[in-house]
């Protein structure tokens, strides 16, 4: 499978535990987004690469989260000190930026569960 | 005020009824426009491109006005599996990212 790959697809933490996820693009897209999206709603813009270079951040980010793309390739995306409205799928996309089209991929989403 | 902004719905339609959504958006996302479509607790998939001639594909026809900033998406002869959420998708100048509407939820039933 090609596709943007996401792990783990579903996370169960505490409050106050840290949680990271993982995001494998599409190879060669040297554009990676993360986006967050809660029940009801449309999925909202965290923050996006190209390539290793962290571009923009969303203020929806707090110092809690920290996002890296090291290499350029595969990202990371680290929750620290958990709280119940972190609670949300967390969705990574990818796409070319010499796609005229834009076209962005998005991966099937980690879930995660504040408890 | 939202950068883009849809009703929530939900629309219930008969199958092969033809349903319309629209959608507003502000002017920090109004460079590409595009519906993407979700399933539930799914990631959203193109639907389509929106451009300013309008487009047609297959049973789904996207316009989009400028002049008053709207979007609109219209499905004709609605099938079960078009049940789903239908997301308006802006994106910023320069498109270096989407901007989602809140997503309208749709139920086609038999």
């Known amino acids: 499978d090609t596709g943007v790959s996401q792990n783990p697809r579903h996370k169960i933490t505490k409050r106050g535990q840290n949680v990271t996820f993982r995001c494998d693009p599409i190879?060669?897209?040297?554009?990676l987004y993360w986006y967050r999206q809660t029940l009801g709603q449309g999925p909202e813009f965290l923050t996006y690469f190209q390539n290793e270079a962290q571009l923009e951040k969303s203020r929806l980010l707090s110092d809690r989260f920290s996002a890296e793309r090291p290499k350029g390739s595969f990202s990371t995306l680290e929750i620290q000190r958990t709280e119940q409205g972190d609670s949300a799928m967390y969705l990574c996309?990818?796409?070319?930026?010499?796609?005229?089209?834009?076209?962005?991929?998005f991966g099937e989403g980690s879930w995660l569960t504040v408890v | 005020r939202k950068e883009v902004e849809q009703d929530p719905g939900p629309f219930n339609v008969p199958e092969g009824a033809t349903v319309a959504f629209n959608c507003t958006y502000s002017n920090s996302a109004s460079q590409s426009f595009f519906w993407y479509r979700q399933d539930c607790r799914k990631e959203p998939k193109l639907l389509m491109s929106v451009y300013s001639s309008g487009n047609e594909d297959g049973r789904f026809t996207a316009q989009l006005n400028r002049a008053s900033q709207y979007i609109s998406l219209l499905i004709r002869d609605s099938k079960l599996s078009d049940s789903a959420t239908y997301l308006c998708?802006?994106?910023?100048?320069?498109?270096?990212?989407?901007?989602f509407g809140q997503g309208t939820r749709l139920t086609i039933n038999p």
């Open positions: 998708v802006g994106t910023n100048q320069g498109a270096q990212k989407l901007v």
């Open positions: 996309a990818s796409s070319a930026n010499w796609d005229s089209g834009n076209t962005i991929y």
């Open positions: 190879s060669e897209h040297n554009r």
